[in-house]
């Protein structure tokens, strides 16, 4: 069966600083990976996805980026950090014929 | 781009009560999922169901694509089923889009 690990699941920052979150998925390949930010209290908004090694695209100009340097490996990272990325960050996968999507656990930045 | 409306936005119960969430829709979509998210932050996939009716042991789930919405059902509810539903909708070509969520909180 499918599952999806992320690292680290809690992580503080401070201002500034580089950021790297990390995703993995076992048991699939070629997947379709999203990263998603969840604010305190509020819905999911999709970061960037990718359809395939080296293949990234980004639904919202931001202090992030995106990399996919394996199949089955999607990285989220920053230069430097700002206050207001804090939240919950969520990577997801989905296979290529039926697109349901599938969560980590997700990885809570505190940015001070 | 669509727009995904959730309600009620709150929603609080005491355990072994009935309960229907709703998701409204603005454009029709071809995929529509609902999870549940746990106090520790966890998306628990619940149903991926474009259309018509499923049920998974105390919950159910229908959607009506052509008027739009999908409702799902929480039977005899326990301190278990609190957290955050979210129902997210997918159009043509498009990636998913989630509503704001129902936060349901179950009392003993």
């Known amino acids: 069966s499918q599952t999806i690990h992320q690292w680290p699941a809690t992580l503080v920052q401070p201002v500034g600083s580089p950021l790297s979150l990390e995703c993995t998925v076992e048991?699939?390949?070629?997947?379709?990976l999203y990263w998603y930010r969840q604010a305190a209290g509020r819905g999911l908004q999709l970061l960037f996805y990718s359809v395939g090694i080296g293949q990234i695209s980004s639904e919202v100009p931001q202090n992030l980026s995106a990399s996919r340097p394996q199949d089955r490996q999607f990285i989220l990272s920053s230069k430097k950090l700002l206050l207001s990325d804090s939240g919950f960050y969520l990577c997801?996968?989905?296979?290529?014929?039926?697109?349901?999507?599938?969560f980590g656990p997700g990885t809570r930045l505190t940015v001070l | 781009g669509i727009q995904v409306e959730q309600s009620p936005p709150d929603l609080i119960l005491q355990e072994g009560a009935n309960s229907t969430l709703r998701c409204n829709f603005s454009d029709s979509v071809n995929n529509l999922q609902w999870f549940h998210q746990n106090p520790w932050g966890q998306l628990i996939n619940l149903f991926y169901i474009p259309s018509g009716t499923k049920q998974n042991g105390r919950l159910s789930a229908t959607t009506v694509a052509t008027e739009r919405y999908s409702l799902l059902y929480i039977s005899s509810s326990q301190t278990t089923d609190s957290g955050v539903y979210f129902c997210a909708v997918e159009r043509f070509g498009q990636n998913f889009v989630f509503g704001p969520g129902t936060r349901l909180s179950v009392l003993p």
């Open positions: 997801a996968w989905s296979g290529d014929t039926i697109n349901e999507q599938f």
């Open positions: 048991g699939t390949s070629n997947p379709n």
